[in-house]
């Protein structure tokens, strides 16, 4: 690779952002982009440069200015302004981390302002499902309460209800946010056609199933070892091994099926075994064979069309049928996604010997089976309106039923999807939201400054070196002494790992993506969480790392834990007997394992906050994978005694 430096060009830029693309001749125009390292905020005094493949040919830069972006302050707000005819949920950073608020329909300003760990979209009965400290409440268009959040989850309304889970279990709630029922489910799904799926263990300790009405009165007992949603009138359930009945909203049985595995009905038509264990076909609702055993996996019907799998040994050969059985794609095809408005997606995979790394998709006419569209997508959405959201190597945009890009903007560099939100268009790109009016203007966007207290701030950056790894990564700014500034921020951009990573190409076997949040600010004392998830292809799951820092904004110090205590004290043996004592005593830590927790390290990762001292361990180290990071808070009143409180560290917040 060649790298190009920039900065005589752009000599007295001072006040603004600079941006860059390389484009290189084919021989026809200059049609092939070559990918950078995609930072958007690269300050005009910092070495600017590009980078060009080590491969003769022509090649052109093209670098304009963009001005910066203002410190992001929350505008006051009237009353009466807060009542929008629709508002947006959107994110943002701010010096207490990221929080949630809305925007309006007009002009991308803050209807309520940021103050949820998340927020949904509002619904049609005019409320949003919002989150805070892991638990869901419900508020209306002016920011007000209606259900505090105080329930573990929250779904979407269906027929004036909402399912709703606690520590007791499931239940419904009305749009006044008012348990319509005391009594609580094992498991709950929303209401279709008056009647909710529920589940709860039997004498045998096995779960079965039977329905409630909206009311939450048990309308069907719970006597079905298997269940699903009611849908035009009827609802597929399992009475017992090789028994599967079709009823009705009272339980009547319209249908019995006797075969070993019957799916749930799509169009009048259900996928069944005839043998155990054997190749799948299709029956009609009374019963009769539509489409005779001969797929290894089928797929409910839409639209007229069932995806099918005709492959041995658990392998991808996927294509689409008609009712009649007959193929309208032929059964080759790694992967095969009905789309909806008679489109499909058929996908092979990006490098055939590594399946597992994703694939490439192509659109086709679901009615026809031809393919219209071979530009390579990685991406794809079902189509809404005639349109459908993807993403391909270098952009995110809208495809029409051609299966070609759109007309309908916009198109944003990066991977992620576009839906509507009323009359504007959200786009979640590369981990950041941001919104467009149907003309493509950019109404607003998640903020890429923190600001902290004049004269810090905290700058955003973002390292894209490939499609597979994306880092953003924080720049301090404010710092006085130019040398203290520079190698805070090189250390953390380092600890970051936004350099000198992602190959790309069949080089690179993982996936890897890093973010940032300002988790405490005090005084002196920033804390930055510098969270990352590093998955390698093929693996079951990913590893994600978390890394506190702990940076004096006067001196460019970092802290390490035994900076706060008191020197020659035995700060490591009382905190290891602390968190012994947690472990032991505490229910919420019933998931450490045995044996497993020796105490803590001398540099035992760590953060703080205004009362407490945090120590936590890696996934792993002493409990399982789905326990996250081991989490334990030491308020200071329980260690004052160890505390150095004229130390350097403690005076840095205090």
């Not at 309208?328 to 909806?340: M, N, R």
């Not at 973010?515 to 600010?521: E, G, N, Q, T």
Request: proline share 6%; with cysteine; net charge negative.
């Amino acid at each position: 690779m060649l790298r190009i430096i920039l900065n005589e060009l752009i000599k007295g830029w001072d006040n603004g952002l600079v941006q860059t693309e390389v484009w290189r001749w084919d021989g026809i125009g200059w049609n092939e982009c070559i990918p950078q390292q995609e930072e958007d905020f690269i300050r005009a005094d910092e070495e600017m440069f590009v980078t060009i493949p080590a491969v003769a040919g022509l090649y052109r830069v093209d670098y304009s200015r963009k001005p910066l972006e203002p410190l992001f302050v929350l505008p006051e707000v009237e009353e009466s302004a807060l009542r929008a005819e629709l508002l947006h949920p959107a994110p943002f950073k701010l010096k207490e981390g990221t929080l949630w608020g809305y925007i309006n329909n007009n002009e991308g300003k803050t209807a309520i302002e940021p103050r949820y760990d998340y927020a949904e979209e509002f619904q049609a009965n005019g409320l949003a499902v919002v989150q805070r400290k892991d638990k869901s409440g419900l508020i209306d268009s002016t920011g007000r309460e209606k259900v505090k959040p105080v329930y573990s989850f929250i779904a979407p309304f269906s027929e004036g209800r909402a399912v709703v889970s606690d520590a007791k279990g499931y239940t419904l709630i009305d749009e006044k946010g008012k348990e319509v029922t005391p009594a609580r489910a094992d498991y709950l799904n929303s209401l279709q056609e008056g009647r909710a799926l529920f589940s709860k263990q039997g004498t045998t300790g096995k779960s079965l199933y039977g329905y409630w009405d909206a009311q939450g009165k048990e309308v069907l007992p719970a006597v079905y070892e298997d269940a699903g949603d009611f849908a035009a009138g009827t609802a597929l359930v399992k009475i017992k091994d090789g028994e599967y009945a079709l009823i009705d909203p009272q339980g009547a049985v319209l249908h019995t099926y006797h075969y070993p595995f019957v799916g749930y009905p799509g169009d009048g038509l259900l996928a069944f075994q005839a043998e155990e264990n054997g190749k799948y076909g299709y029956l009609r609702t009374d019963g009769t064979i539509a489409v005779q055993p001969q797929f290894t996996a089928a797929l409910p019907f839409s639209g007229g069309r069932a995806v099918v799998n005709t492959a041995s040994d658990y392998g991808n050969a996927y294509g689409l049928i008609d009712k009649q059985g007959k193929q309208i794609i032929p059964a080759t095809y790694y992967e095969v996604l009905q789309l909806g408005e008679d489109r499909v997606a058929i996908g092979t995979p990006l490098i055939a010997s590594q399946p597992y790394r994703g694939s490439q998709y192509a659109i086709a006419d679901a009615v026809t089976g031809r393919i219209l569209s071979s530009h390579p997508l990685l991406g794809v959405n079902n189509y809404q309106n005639g349109l459908a959201s993807v993403y391909d190597a270098q952009n995110t945009y809208f495809i029409d039923k051609s299966g070609k890009k759109a007309a309908q903007p916009p198109v944003l560099p990066g991977s992620g999807t576009l839906s509507f939100s009323g009359s504007l268009i959200r786009a979640d790109v590369d981990l950041r939201t941001s919104y467009y009016d149907r003309k493509g203007k950019q109404v607003w966007r998640q903020n890429g400054v923190i600001p902290l207290r004049p004269p810090y701030s905290v700058l955003e950056k973002k390292y894209k070196p490939n499609r597979d790894y994306l880092v953003y990564y924080p720049v301090v700014e404010g710092i006085a002494i130019t040398d203290v500034s520079r190698e805070v921020n090189d250390k953390l951009r380092s600890l970051s790992l936004a350099e000198g990573a992602g190959t790309g190409g069949g080089a690179q076997d993982f996936s890897y993506t890093g973010d940032f949040a300002v988790s405490f600010f005090r005084k002196v004392l920033l804390v930055l969480e510098l969270s990352g998830y590093r998955y390698p292809f093929g693996a079951a799951h990913g590893m994600p790392t978390r890394i506190y820092t702990h940076i004096n904004l006067k001196n460019g110090r970092f802290y390490r834990l035994g900076d706060l205590f008191k020197p020659g004290s035995k700060y490591v043996q009382k905190l290891s007997d602390i968190v012994g004592k947690q472990i032991a005593n505490d229910p919420q830590y019933d998931y450490v394992f045995p044996d497993t927790y020796k105490g803590i390290s001398a540099d035992q990762p760590f953060y703080v906050d205004e009362e407490a001292l945090y120590l936590y361990f890696a996934p792993y180290e002493i409990a399982p994978y789905a326990a996250g990071f081991p989490t334990f808070r030491i308020p200071y009143a329980e260690i004052m005694g160890l505390i150095s409180t004229e130390g350097e560290f403690w005076q840095s917040f205090h």
